[in-house]
């Protein structure tokens, strides 16, 4: 912050790791135990009386930043942050700080990262007069907790296409037995049979042909702006996998089941061997969509789903797949207004990123001492 003095982390609190509880030490009910990354248990006593700082200090998440609850147990797992001096500093504040901040500079070992004290205590903070700290973070506060009700709403959204599904179809695999059924292979165009795509695509081309990865695959819809780009001439060996807008992807390895429609913008591209191509041609693609995002069809490929490093489903079983074929006036209604809920999903996930940035600007200003 401008004009405004650095003061060590270790002249405002005295970080600690507290005694870790084994897991036959738990109550039933009790205070909140608080592990690495959140509440793991509960226990008859707790360490600290006051909402607390707490950094994990070990594992996966290292140097993730958290307040607890007061009347909390923190185990070891977590770096305490005790001994906050209130006169000088508010506890929201700090944390917004030290979460801007980042702990990357102050996490050691490979195997295991992991913070120590020592490292800890050197970190340097700005820190303004208290009240303008607690100024700063209300408005953080403020505009995180209107962030958090737009991803709110929009998990809501994002089930609502399932929901209206088992509404007006129910179970796809129980109800196979009312309803026609073919197998998946049969209600693809058989021109364009079900295939995987380019085993090797090389490094990205700038002016190449885009192929769609598995991570490209983000809640029902492709994000256009990861797409990559492979070599015309390597597109060309794999010609059998392009893709046409409106055709569905399916993932096929590692994160098995993940099912988008290809927009217009993707007509020509091709898809990566992680991924399946379905020319959907005897039923409606959003119909299609809704069967395999289905939980009993998921639990269908789960169980076909074999691997020990990279698990993954073979196109045989793929094709076996069993679709109900209602009539196809209901496949258009769904279609309908599951275009209607994509689209608003659509809209909220574009504000949802024109918020997370406004966010980013608004910290970026807080910690440079301009808001």
């Not at 977590?78 to 980042?102: E, P, Q």
């Not at 607690?134 to 209107?146: F, W």
């Not at 209607?340 to 001492?369: E, I, K, T």
Request: proline share 6%; charged share 25%.
């Amino acid at each position: 912050m401008n004009n405004i003095p650095l003061v060590r982390l270790g002249d405002i609190c005295w970080p600690k790791q507290h005694p870790t509880l084994p897991v036959s030490a738990f109550k039933e009910t009790g205070f909140p135990v608080f592990g690495a990354n959140g509440p793991v248990g509960f226990y008859d006593a707790f360490t600290h009386a006051e909402e607390t700082i707490a950094i994990t200090c070990r594992g996966a998440t290292c140097g993730t930043v958290n307040i607890t609850p007061a009347r909390c147990y923190i185990t070891g797992n977590a770096m305490a942050l005790d001994n906050l001096d209130k006169a000088r500093v508010d506890l929201h504040f700090l944390a917004r700080a030290l979460r801007f901040r980042g702990m990357s500079d102050v996490i050691s070992g490979s195997a295991q990262p992991q913070i120590t004290r020592g490292p800890l205590l050197e970190i340097k903070i700005s820190l303004p007069p208290l009240n303008e700290q607690r100024r700063i973070a209300a408005i953080l506060d403020e505009a995180d907790a209107l962030r958090a009700k737009r991803r709110a709403a929009l998990a809501q959204l994002d089930e609502m296409a399932q929901a209206i599904f088992v509404d007006m179809f129910g179970d796809p695999i129980k109800n196979s037995s009312t309803l026609p059924v073919r197998q998946l292979s049969e209600v693809i165009d058989h021109n364009r049979p079900i295939t995987y795509g380019i085993l090797m695509p090389g490094p990205d081309v700038a002016d190449g042909v885009p192929y769609v990865r598995v991570v490209d695959m983000v809640n029902g819809s492709i994000n256009l702006q990861s797409i990559r780009r492979t070599t015309r001439e390597i597109a060309n060996e794999y010609r059998r996998s392009t893709i046409r807008g409106g055709d569905l992807l399916i993932s096929i390895r590692g994160h098995v089941g993940r099912v988008s429609i290809a927009p217009m913008e993707l007509d020509g591209a091709n898809i990566t061997q992680d991924t399946a191509r379905l020319a959907v041609t005897g039923v409606e693609a959003y119909f299609l969509q809704g069967v395999l995002e289905s939980r009993p069809v998921r639990d269908w490929l789960d169980r076909r789903t074999k691997g020990a490093a990279v698990q993954g489903i073979n196109l045989g079983d793929l094709r076996q797949l069993p679709v109900i074929i209602p009539e196809r006036a209901r496949q258009l209604a769904y279609t309908e207004k599951v275009k209607l809920v994509r689209s608003a999903v659509q809209r909220g996930r574009s504000q949802q990123s024109g918020l997370d940035s406004l966010f980013a600007s608004l910290q970026h200003r807080a910690f440079r001492g301009e808001l």
